[in-house]
T-cell receptor
Framework: AQTVTQSQPEMSVQEAETVTLSCTYD???????LFWYKQPPSRQMILVIR??????QNATENRFSVNFQKAAKSFSLKISDSQLGDTAMYFC???????????????FGQGTTLQVKP | DAGVIQSPRHEVTEMGQEVTLRCKPI?????LFWYRQTMMRGLELLIY????????DSGMPEDRFSAKMPNASFSTLKIQPSEPRDSAVYFC???????????FGNGTRLTVT
């Protein structure tokens, strides 16, 4: 069974600095999808970034980028130029290959609470 | 696009009462998911639908939980009778096809006293 582990329950960073959130996962699949979701105090789950396992190039969305290490089963999120609005809980999630019986059944890590300090 | 709409935003009820949570997915999306979030267990998938048909309900905790999707624009999650351990945030999410990310609603915070 797939598992997702986030080993940092809480982190903090100064505004404008860079922070990296860690995520590891376990799967026997070769092709799958990985996500980072943000959950601010408003509670809504917001997609931050998505990575397809068959793509070697790391995904980037503005200030957010990932370091995807497939062999190591590692998927970290880097936030550059941190802003106060980045304060939230961040979840790493795994999705099985599309078309498999587990498609769409996102498996989430336990989350990392990030506080951006002014 | 209004996004995934859930109601109510908060629900407080007494043990033993019936609770119905509602969800309107994004128009055109053909997958709908119900997740539950608790401090102890994190985010768990309860059930999901494809084209209004339940595909996998293996995450539904007990027979007290039931979910329906009578049409493409509406789904309900019902708990009858409710218990204090059902207290959690319940999320509905939808997606289009088998390759797009999930879009989540704002969740319903359920408190059972």
């Amino acid at each position: 069974a797939q598992t997702v582990t986030q080993s940092q329950p809480e982190m903090s960073v100064q505004e404008a600095e860079t922070v990296t959130l860690s995520c590891t996962y376990d799967t026997s699949e070769n092709n799958y999808y990985l996500f980072w979701y943000k959950q601010p105090p408003s509670r809504q789950m917001i997609l931050v970034i998505r990575q397809e396992a068959y793509k070697q190039q790391n995904a980037t969305e503005n200030r957010f980028s990932v370091n995807f290490q497939k062999a190591a089963k590692s998927f970290s999120l880097k936030i550059s130029d941190s802003q106060l609005g980045d304060t939230a809980m961040y979840f790493c999630a795994f999705d099985s290959p599309r078309g498999s019986s587990n498609t769409g059944k996102l498996i989430f890590g336990q989350g990392t609470t990030l506080q951006v300090k002014p | 696009d209004a996004g995934v709409i859930q109601s109510p935003r908060h629900e407080v009820t007494e043990m033993g009462q019936e609770v119905t949570l509602r969800c309107k997915p994004i128009s055109g999306h053909d997958y709908l998911f119900w997740y539950r979030q608790t401090m102890m267990r994190g985010l768990e998938l309860l059930i999901y639908f494809n084209n209004n048909v339940p595909i996998d309900d293996s995450g539904m905790p007990e027979d007290r939980f039931s979910a329906k999707m009578p049409n493409a624009s509406f789904s309900t999650l019902k708990i009858q009778p409710s218990e204090p351990r059902d207290s959690a945030v319940y999320f509905c999410a939808s997606s289009w096809g088998i390759s797009s990310p999930l879009h989540f609603g704002n969740g319903t915070r359920l408190t059972v006293t």
